[in-house]
């Protein structure tokens, strides 16, 4: 094993060390792999905070999106159909374009 090697071994050891001790589940050389250590969970958020975040996504509209496990859109970057086209027509100007998009350029269409 080269120096570089035992090297970098050596940092991933102490960079993963802490983290996997801080978890629930710690690797043991046993049949199962590992074993479970409740005592080490983080405390979650208490019932109240839970209840005022639900009563917030309500008044703001934004529960029927986490109800039905919706994407839950994002307020305020609504672009005009020209911005579009024209972030459009920049992104096949660059030269990686052809490389990362197959299929005909899309034409750009007059504004109203």
Do not use: C
Request: glycine share 6%.
């Amino acid at each position: 094993m080269t120096a570089r090697t035992f090297i970098t071994a050596l940092t991933l050891a102490a960079v993963v060390g802490p983290a996997m001790a801080s978890s629930v589940i710690h690797p043991a050389p046993t049949e199962m792999g590992y074993t479970t250590h409740p005592e080490h969970a983080e405390r979650g958020k208490s019932r109240d905070q839970v209840i005022a975040e639900m009563e917030k996504a309500k008044q703001d509209g934004l529960w029927q999106y986490h109800r039905f496990g919706a994407p839950v859109p994002v307020k305020g970057t609504a672009a005009t159909r020209n911005e579009v086209l024209a972030d459009l027509e920049r992104s096949q100007k660059h030269p990686s374009w052809a490389a990362r998009r197959v299929g005909a350029p899309v034409p750009a269409v007059p504004a109203p």
